[in-house]
Protein backbone atom coordinates (compact mmCIF):
# COMPACT_ATOMS: atom_id res chain seq x y z
CA UNK A 1 0.00 0.00 0.00
CA UNK A 2 1.17 3.45 -0.51
CA UNK A 3 -0.12 6.44 1.02
CA UNK A 4 0.55 9.87 -0.75
CA UNK A 5 -1.35 13.37 -0.33
CA UNK A 6 0.97 16.73 0.73
CA UNK A 7 3.02 17.84 3.62
CA UNK A 8 1.22 17.37 6.72
CA UNK A 9 -1.58 14.83 5.76
CA UNK A 10 0.11 12.41 8.22
CA UNK A 11 1.63 10.02 5.48
CA UNK A 12 4.21 8.64 8.44
CA UNK A 13 2.19 8.58 11.20
CA UNK A 14 -0.27 6.71 9.11
CA UNK A 15 1.70 4.48 7.54
CA UNK A 16 4.00 3.05 10.98
CA UNK A 17 0.19 2.56 12.49
CA UNK A 18 -1.14 1.01 9.84
CA UNK A 19 1.93 -1.08 9.85
CA UNK A 20 1.52 -2.41 13.31
CA UNK A 21 -1.78 -2.67 12.79
CA UNK A 22 -1.47 -4.99 9.70
CA UNK A 23 1.91 -6.36 10.77
CA UNK A 24 3.67 -4.91 8.00
CA UNK A 25 6.72 -3.30 7.45
CA UNK A 26 6.23 1.23 7.39
CA UNK A 27 8.78 2.66 4.58
CA UNK A 28 9.35 6.38 5.04
CA UNK A 29 10.44 7.21 1.15
CA UNK A 30 11.83 10.30 3.03
CA UNK A 31 13.70 8.40 5.18
CA UNK A 32 15.01 6.39 2.63
CA UNK A 33 16.13 9.79 0.27
CA UNK A 34 18.16 10.55 3.24
CA UNK A 35 19.94 7.01 3.79
CA UNK A 36 20.74 7.03 -0.11
CA UNK A 37 22.31 10.59 0.01
CA UNK A 38 23.55 10.50 3.45
CA UNK A 39 22.38 13.73 4.02
CA UNK A 40 19.10 15.70 5.80
CA UNK A 41 16.92 16.83 3.26
CA UNK A 42 17.51 20.31 3.48
CA UNK A 43 20.87 20.18 2.43
CA UNK A 44 19.95 17.83 -0.45
CA UNK A 45 17.53 20.98 -1.90
CA UNK A 46 20.81 23.28 -1.39
CA UNK A 47 23.77 20.92 -3.06
CA UNK A 48 21.73 19.17 -5.81
CA UNK A 49 18.42 21.20 -6.24
CA UNK A 50 15.08 19.81 -6.04
CA UNK A 51 15.36 18.09 -9.46
CA UNK A 52 18.84 16.06 -7.18
CA UNK A 53 15.50 15.37 -4.63
CA UNK A 54 12.86 13.98 -6.98
CA UNK A 55 16.11 11.62 -8.51
CA UNK A 56 16.69 10.35 -5.39
CA UNK A 57 13.13 9.72 -4.39
CA UNK A 58 11.85 7.92 -7.40
CA UNK A 59 15.16 5.27 -6.81
CA UNK A 60 13.31 5.20 -3.27
CA UNK A 61 10.06 4.39 -4.33
CA UNK A 62 11.13 1.93 -7.25
CA UNK A 63 12.74 -0.01 -4.78
CA UNK A 64 9.38 -0.90 -2.78
CA UNK A 65 8.13 -2.73 -5.47
CA UNK A 66 10.10 -5.95 -4.09
CA UNK A 67 9.24 -5.02 -0.90
CA UNK A 68 5.66 -5.95 0.93
CA UNK A 69 4.78 -2.84 3.36
CA UNK A 70 3.12 0.55 4.20
CA UNK A 71 5.01 3.16 1.96
CA UNK A 72 4.70 6.69 3.23
CA UNK A 73 5.92 8.73 0.27
CA UNK A 74 6.67 12.80 0.51
CA UNK A 75 4.31 15.47 -0.52
CA UNK A 76 6.25 16.06 -3.96
CA UNK A 77 6.01 12.69 -5.28
CA UNK A 78 3.21 13.22 -8.12
CA UNK A 79 5.22 16.19 -9.58
CA UNK A 80 8.48 13.78 -10.23
CA UNK A 81 6.89 12.29 -14.51
CA UNK A 82 8.68 9.09 -13.20
CA UNK A 83 6.97 8.77 -9.84
CA UNK A 84 3.98 9.93 -11.03
CA UNK A 85 3.75 7.23 -13.65
CA UNK A 86 5.39 4.51 -11.40
CA UNK A 87 2.17 5.70 -9.07
CA UNK A 88 -0.26 5.05 -11.93
CA UNK A 89 0.96 1.64 -12.91
CA UNK A 90 1.65 0.17 -9.46
CA UNK A 91 -0.49 -2.70 -8.05
CA UNK A 92 -0.19 -1.52 -5.17
CA UNK A 93 -3.41 0.10 -3.51
CA UNK A 94 -2.47 3.91 -3.27
CA UNK A 95 -4.18 5.94 -0.62
CA UNK A 96 -5.11 9.74 -1.04
CA UNK A 97 -4.98 11.55 2.18
CA UNK A 98 -7.17 14.51 1.75
CA UNK A 99 -7.37 17.59 4.01
CA UNK A 100 -8.17 21.60 3.05
CA UNK A 101 -5.19 24.10 3.13
CA UNK A 102 -5.73 25.49 6.12
CA UNK A 103 -5.55 22.05 8.35
CA UNK A 104 -2.21 21.43 6.12
CA UNK A 105 -0.19 24.54 6.96
CA UNK A 106 -1.61 24.81 10.53
CA UNK A 107 0.59 21.81 11.01
CA UNK A 108 3.44 22.45 8.81
CA UNK A 109 4.29 26.21 9.13
CA UNK A 110 7.68 27.20 10.19
CA UNK A 111 9.39 23.48 9.82
CA UNK A 112 12.82 23.65 8.87
CA UNK A 113 12.90 20.48 7.31
CA UNK A 114 10.69 21.15 4.75
CA UNK A 115 12.51 23.34 2.24
CA UNK A 116 9.46 24.15 0.46
CA UNK A 117 7.53 25.08 3.27
CA UNK A 118 7.97 29.46 2.24
CA UNK A 119 5.41 31.52 2.21
CA UNK A 120 1.65 30.65 2.56
CA UNK A 121 0.39 31.51 -0.94
CA UNK A 122 3.41 29.77 -2.68
CA UNK A 123 2.40 26.45 -0.40
CA UNK A 124 -1.19 27.08 -1.38
CA UNK A 125 0.07 27.47 -5.24
CA UNK A 126 1.73 24.00 -4.56
CA UNK A 127 -1.28 22.58 -2.69
CA UNK A 128 -3.61 23.68 -5.77
CA UNK A 129 -1.51 22.25 -8.39
CA UNK A 130 -0.69 18.59 -6.47
CA UNK A 131 -4.32 18.19 -5.07
CA UNK A 132 -5.47 17.43 -9.29
CA UNK A 133 -1.80 14.72 -9.41
CA UNK A 134 -2.98 12.87 -6.03
CA UNK A 135 -6.64 12.81 -7.15
CA UNK A 136 -5.37 11.13 -10.46
CA UNK A 137 -2.90 8.62 -8.65
CA UNK A 138 -4.81 7.60 -6.37
CA UNK A 139 -7.05 4.46 -5.63
CA UNK A 140 -9.00 6.08 -2.77
CA UNK A 141 -9.36 9.21 -0.94
CA UNK A 142 -9.55 9.26 2.83
CA UNK A 143 -10.31 12.69 4.96
CA UNK A 144 -7.04 13.48 6.57
CA UNK A 145 -8.06 16.18 9.23
CA UNK A 146 -9.73 13.46 11.09
CA UNK A 147 -7.79 12.06 13.77
CA UNK A 148 -5.10 9.78 13.33
CA UNK A 149 -7.28 6.57 14.46
CA UNK A 150 -10.18 7.13 12.45
CA UNK A 151 -7.86 7.68 9.41
CA UNK A 152 -6.38 4.58 10.17
CA UNK A 153 -9.44 2.64 10.56
CA UNK A 154 -10.89 4.33 7.96
CA UNK A 155 -8.27 3.05 5.75
CA UNK A 156 -8.50 -0.66 7.22
CA UNK A 157 -11.96 -0.50 6.14
CA UNK A 158 -11.42 0.12 2.45
CA UNK A 159 -12.84 -2.74 0.34
CA UNK A 160 -11.00 -3.74 -2.17
C1 LIG B 1 8.16 17.61 0.00
C2 LIG B 1 7.62 16.96 1.10
C3 LIG B 1 8.45 16.36 2.15
C4 LIG B 1 9.83 15.99 1.61
C5 LIG B 1 10.46 17.17 0.93
C6 LIG B 1 9.62 17.70 -0.24
C7 LIG B 1 7.23 18.22 -0.97
O1 LIG B 1 7.79 15.18 2.65
O2 LIG B 1 9.74 14.91 0.71
O3 LIG B 1 10.62 18.19 1.89
O4 LIG B 1 7.66 18.53 -2.10
O5 LIG B 1 6.04 18.39 -0.62
P1 LIG B 1 6.48 15.23 3.60
O6 LIG B 1 5.28 15.26 2.71
O7 LIG B 1 6.58 13.96 4.37
O8 LIG B 1 6.60 16.43 4.43
Known amino acids: ?15 SGLGER ?9 EEVVK ?12 EGEAGFRQKEFEALARTSSIKGIVATGGGVVTYDRSYDFLKITEQPVIYLH ?3 ETLYNRIEGDENRPLVKRKDQVRALY ?4 VLY ?18 SGILKIKW
Open 22 to 30: MNMQAIDLD
Open 1 to 15: MILIGFMGSGKTTIA
Open 135 to 152: RQVADHEIDASLPVEEVI
Open 128 to 131: DRRL
Open 99 to 101: ADF
Open 36 to 47: LAGKEIPRIFEE
